[in-house]
């Protein structure tokens, strides 16, 4: 119900945008968030919003280079990464939580970014 798209290889200093097709409705209840694993590394947060943008927050080794975003009307969640380093190479994953909700409820399956030195 969720799946991530746009990883690919790119060179330091590089841009990719990543996109998360939300197919349920509901999920324009739902707080939106990317979360990434880099290998042999646990799962960290990156970045989170809600479907009116009225919020967005992002993780202080992202701030200023990635930048989350929605799409209501296509029910999508972007991530724009500027500046691309080697320490961002990792799967991202897009989630969705119910608003008040402690723990997210879905997961997308990921996709690979892989920045180069």
């Known amino acids: 119900q969720l799946q991530a798209s746009g990883g690919g290889l790119v060179q330091v200093g590089g841009s990719l945008r990543l996109s998360c097709a939300a197919s349920r409705r509901t999920f324009n209840t739902y707080v939106m968030a990317w979360f990434r694993q880099a290998p042999g590394k646990e799962r960290e947060f990156v970045a989170i919003?809600?479907?009116?943008?009225?919020?967005?927050t992002h993780a202080d080794s992202v701030k200023g280079r990635f930048a989350i975003s929605t799409d209501s009307a296509k029910n999508m969640v972007y991530l724009r990464m500027n500046s691309l380093k080697p320490e961002d190479t990792a799967v991202y994953y897009c989630?969705?939580?119910?608003?008040?909700?402690?723990?997210?409820?879905?997961w997308g399956q990921g996709t690979l970014v892989t920045v180069s030195s």
């Open positions: 989630a969705a939580k119910a608003k008040g909700a402690s723990t997210y409820s879905y």
């Open positions: 919003t809600n479907w009116n943008g009225a919020f967005a």
